[in-house]
């Protein structure tokens, strides 16, 4: 890896760690909903502002920002709420630890839906053991993708 890679992988890692300890001095005195809000009003701000700098159309029409509410709903503000009702209970370093293993258990749930899914596929199909064998090589392959040289 070059040197900027290792730079921008400690900011990112600083970010998302700095995350969490920023959510345990905030759950001091703010609840959980005032302290995702303003996440996601700050990451709002830094986002339109590189939008109108780097000078990219915004899509207008109900249609997209229908779409662009449901994904900011599912990906963003539900996370970020669970996280930081979280840690209502337990300590910043290990919510980030528990979050570090997301995943490790998705892999998990993969396999075993993929297993129950062949399972109740099985007596539909031909070949199962072929339909196992691709669906795991092509997340193999997807895994070594990301693995630098």
């Known amino acids: 890896m070059k040197t900027t890679d290792w730079i921008l992988l400690v900011v990112l890692s600083l970010v998302w ?14 609840p959980v909903l005032s302290i995702v809000a303003l996440r996601v009003a700050i990451a709002a701000v830094i986002l339109w502002a590189v939008v109108l700098v780097r000078g990219h159309r915004i899509p207008s029409g109900f249609r997209h920002w229908s779409w662009f509410l449901t994904m900011g709903l599912v990906n963003n503000v539900l996370p970020f709420t669970l996280i930081v009702y979280g840690q209502t209970s337990v300590t910043a370093g290990l919510a980030s630890i528990l979050n570090a293993t997301t995943p490790f258990f998705m892999v998990l749930i993969i396999v075993s839906t993929m297993s129950m899914l062949c399972f109740f596929v099985s007596p539909l199909l031909d070949d199962t053991e072929s339909i196992r064998s691709d669906l795991v090589s092509a997340m193999s392959s997807s895994c070594l993708e990301v693995v630098p040289d």
Do not use: D, K
């Open 17 to 30: 760690g700095g995350s969490f300890f920023f959510n345990e001095i905030g759950l001091r005195e703010l």
